[in-house]
């Protein structure tokens, strides 16, 4: 009963250095998300993808590029970290087929630190 | 633009008073509006939600929230805070392919 899935947990990188946070999700859901979370300001979509096969630019995409690798799997890559990005980033999936008559389902997050 | 306001930061109740929690919205069509809480080092759990019907609606733990159309909120209430409820709480709106989040509260529960 794993729900969302995402590695790793915890993340350090120099500003400059790039990484891949993963994500998986087995309820079968054809939307996933990537948020941000950062004090005061909520969540923040960055990206989504509403099926396999495509992805679209959320709220905040700028630095971000992301992966919708089958239905099971959505990834997302910084290319060149800044120290803007540090905060925890949120994976979540939902079973909604129009309009939002399915909630989003969240994984545990992912803190990264840019220094 | 549409947006979600919950207008306090922190909020701090002793166990066993009631609670609740504000949560304004701008949207133009009728919302699907949300509450999620979450824990310390966790993601975030769906307490409750509401598409249409009744507008007072049940989740877990014993929360309830009541929408009103009339002044864009949807708030959420509990009548005997227990010390497991100390989180932070979210109201969201879903709001085209985004699910819009606000800024949320701290509630600390005095023992």
């Given at each position: 009963n794993a729900g969302v899935t995402q590695t790793p947990k915890f993340q350090v990188l120099k500003t400059g250095q790039s990484m891949t946070l993963q994500c998986a999700q087995?309820?079968?859901?054809?939307s996933m998300y990537w948020y941000r979370q950062d004090p005061g300001m909520g969540l923040r979509l960055i990206y989504y993808s509403a099926s396999e096969g495509t992805t679209d630019k959320g709220e905040v995409p700028n630095g971000y590029n992301v992966s919708r690798l089958n239905k099971r799997e959505f990834s997302l890559r910084l290319e060149s970290a800044a120290p803007s990005q540090t905060s925890v980033y949120f994976c979540a999936s939902s079973g909604r087929t129009g309009g939002w008559n399915s909630p989003l389902h969240f994984g545990n997050g992912t803190r990264l630190t840019v220094t | 633009a549409q947006s979600v306001t919950q207008p306090d930061i922190h909020i701090t109740v002793s166990e066993g008073a009631s609670l609740e929690l504000r949560c304004n919205y701008s949207y133009g069509a009728t919302p699907y509006l949300f509450w999620y809480v979450q824990s310390p080092g966790q993601g975030l759990q769906l307490l409750l939600k509401y598409f249409?019907?009744?507008?007072l609606v049940q989740g877990i733990k014993g929360f309830e929230a009541e929408f009103k159309r009339s002044q864009s909120s949807f708030n959420l209430r509990k009548p005997s805070v227990h010390w497991s409820d100390a989180a932070e709480y979210f109201c969201a709106v879903g709001f085209g392919n985004d699910m819009r989040f606000g800024a949320g509260t701290r509630l600390t529960v005095k023992p």
């Open positions: 087995d309820m079968n859901h054809n | 249409s019907g009744d507008t």
